[in-house]
């Protein structure tokens, strides 16, 4: 049995997941992490007001965060640091960052799992993308949320961006930093990828990766309602199991996916 720390496990994402975990007969909820109810218990497990202070104070082997770009890299290194492994959940992390993660976690020789979206249809159309990215040249993605939404891109896109662009660099006839006019309405570039983020009422989460190849395109995408955290319990337990057999990082939760032959 694999024993849980839950972090923001009384959010939107984090509830719904902590329900999930007192639930499963695979896992044991030893702690939660939320300031709003520390000092109390939350689905039957004591709630603490800080990371630090689970750390101290309970004993489990993996951290779940779902919490705030602005303390993820502190909640990811201090727990590595004290020999645990960490599934995370919550986005703004760059490139850098998760290179430094993975060098903490295999000088610990603990493991961690990061994806930019835990849902099992996002993690198909990372797939499917990389995929698509191997044979076509040319390629951009479109990333919609709504408006509050305060990381720009997502998760999703950008972690999307960075894997397509390790695949290969799209193909441009006029490179985007040298539009005239305002070269900021082709778009950011992650990993040599153009990405662009719209946030407007009646999105959700939305991401769509674009191919062109010739007089032919292909659209993949992936379109979810942030207002349920249901789509994200399967794919977090999945790495909150797998997390224990792992070294390092590993980065995406289509690389947790096998297939059934």
Known sequence: ????????????????????????????????????????????????????????????????????????????????????????????????????????????????????????????????SLMAAEYLDWFEIIDYSRPKKTDAPTGTARELAERMGDVKKPAYEVDPATVKGEPGLRGGTVNGVQVHSIRMPSYSATVTSTFASGNSRLTITHDADSHSADILVPGTLLAAEKVMEITGLLRGLDNLLQPSR
């Open 1 to 128: 049995m694999v024993r849980i720390c839950m972090a923001g496990a009384t959010g939107l994402s984090g509830s719904t997941i902590a329900a999930a975990l007192a639930a499963d007969d695979r896992f044991d909820l030893m702690a939660c992490v939320a300031r709003s109810s520390a000092g109390k218990t939350v689905h039957g497990a004591p709630c603490y007001a800080t990371v630090a202070e689970a750390l101290e104070q309970a004993e489990f082997d993996v951290l779940i965060d779902y919490t705030h770009p602005d303390v993820i890299l502190d909640h990811t290194l201090r727990t590595i640091a004290a020999g645990r492994r960490v599934v995370v959940g919550t986005s703004g992390l760059t490139a850098a960052e998760y290179a430094e993660v993975d060098a903490a976690a295999r000088k610990a020789g603990v493991g961690v799992v990061a994806s930019g979206n835990f849902s099992l249809t996002a993690a198909l159309m990372t797939r499917f």
